[in-house]
């Protein structure tokens, strides 16, 4: 029977060679790691890279069980991970427990693949875990509490169970994509959660390559997913995700140039969603060198073109009333509206709303107590609103947003200096400041 373990001071079982490694290249060591055997001339195959230690991954080795019994062994562990979201326990427990249950169920997953190789649901279990989201902290209760603060851009990660997974993971992404049995769009899902995956532990610098080699590793599971599309209208999920380079530029460290260099190969791509994707991504990077136009009237009456606040640093902040996340960042935008207000510091707030809604964003400005003009640019009603003439969907479609909150900072001249990012979380002072000694 699998015993479940809230321990991560177990040991590994090396999966690797399940998938053909030469068995004798490896000798297991007292310290849990793995290194050469001096008598065998296999020092180049991949085994030879010390794999992983027991502290720090928390993966077990299993005896080999039934096939039934090893499938209700996992079972255990998906409920005891749907457990840990249900009930009511401390934060940081249950960012520990989960972390430690996603490796036991990695762990113990290749042990159902490598032992039952023709039984089907281990396709189930690649899946499922697939879903999950390993963080592959170097020290998984450390790792927790600096998930809970927030500060996950730079925690300590754990290299040796990073090539493990990948190792393995790469073994049975080839077999699930070279099934008969899993339909093309299954397929394409499985290669979506692993871009979805790899774009959110890159937000941690420890973990992501320099910015050369991340952005081709999100480039080919992006090609990856693309390939085997047949119907160009489901890229839409595909985009959806790569579009959060755009969502999280600084959190990416990455510069325009850096996304110009990403996009440029896409217009040629055969999908025609993919080439109008990123004909709206240039069209928006061009912002950083020509001064962003818009022009509109304020709830209040005043009229606003954004050529009259040139000589001013501008925040423009795209939002609706159901976006929770955009109403509760107003509050830092205020905070640093009233600091820099006099320094030459403008916020001009677009919401893309009708204006049926107009009461609810009055009681919204109330609350937040705004001293900035906003636009509402969604029509009268909500038949206009509908409409593909609508002016919101125009800036959409010209830039390819796909959501808000948007929010891009201008420099003096209008120009884009920065978009989302640091904007939509974390301290926004810095970026203001900066424009406003240029």
């Known amino acids: 029977m699998c015993m479940l373990k809230k321990s991560h001071r177990v040991f590994l079982s090396v999966f690797v060679l399940a998938f053909g490694a030469n ?3 490896t000798s297991a060591q007292a310290d849990g790691g793995y290194h050469s055997d001096p008598h065998n001339n296999t020092s180049n195959t991949i085994l030879s890279t010390p794999l992983v230690t027991a502290a720090a991954t928390g993966l077990k080795a299993n005896k080999v069980l039934s096939a039934d019994s090893a499938w209700q062994c996992l079972s255990d562990i ?4 749907w457990n840990i979201e249900m009930n009511d326990i401390e934060p940081r427990k249950k960012i520990r427990n989960k972390e430690i249950y996603f490796r036991q169920y990695l762990n113990e997953g290749l042990s159902f693949w490598t032992n039952f190789p023709d039984d089907q649901r281990k396709y189930k279990w690649a899946k499922m875990l697939n879903s999950y989201e390993l963080n592959f902290w170097k020290d998984i209760e450390s790792g927790a509490e600096i998930s ?3 500060e996950y851009n730079s925690t300590p990660v754990d290299f040796d169970l990073i090539y493990f997974w990948k ?3 790469t073994k049975v992404r080839e077999s699930v994509l070279s099934s008969s049995s899993i339909p093309r769009d299954e397929k394409a899902n499985y290669l979506t959660r692993e871009l979805q995956m790899e774009l959110s532990l890159s937000k941690n610098k420890v973990y992501r390559e320099n910015t050369e080699q991340f952005l081709n590793t999100i480039g080919r ?8 599309l047949e119907n160009d ?6 985009l959806l995700n790569v579009d959060v380079l755009f969502l999280g530029v600084n959190n990416f460290d990455l510069s ?6 990403f996009v440029r190969p896409y217009l040629n791509d055969p999908h025609a969603s993919v080439r109008k994707w990123a004909q709206q991504k240039l069209a928006l990077l061009d912002l950083e060198k020509n001064p962003l136009k818009f022009e509109g009237e304020s709830i209040n009456g005043q009229h606003i073109n954004l050529e009259n606040y040139r000589g001013k640093v501008v925040l423009l902040d795209f939002w609706n009333i159901y976006c929770s996340s955009c109403i509760a960042r107003m509050p830092v935008i205020k905070s640093a509206y009233d600091k820099y207000k006099n320094s030459g510091f403008e916020v001009v707030s677009v919401n893309v709303d009708p204006l049926e809604d107009l009461n609810t964003v009055r009681k919204i400005e ?3 107590k705004t001293e900035w003009p906003i636009v509402m640019i969604g029509g009268k009603n909500r038949n206009e609103w509908k409409s593909e003439s609508a002016e919101w969907r125009r800036i959409f479609d010209t830039y390819g947003f796909t959501f808000v909150p948007q929010m891009i900072l201008l420099d003096k001249e209008g120009k884009m200096r920065v978009f989302n990012g640091t904007l939509q979380e974390g301290d926004v002072d810095a970026e203001i400041a900066s424009l406003l000694k240029q």
């Open 167 to 169: 190792v393995n993971m």
């Open 221 to 228: 599971k992006f090609e990856a997913i693309l390939s085997i």
């Open 78 to 81: 998906d409920s005891a991970i």
């Open 233 to 238: 209208d489901k890229c839409s999920i595909a």
């Open 366 to 368: 109330k609350r937040i």
């Open 23 to 25: 068995k004798q290249s």
């Open 148 to 150: 809970l603060r927030g």
């Open 256 to 261: 325009f140039e850096d996304l110009r260099r």
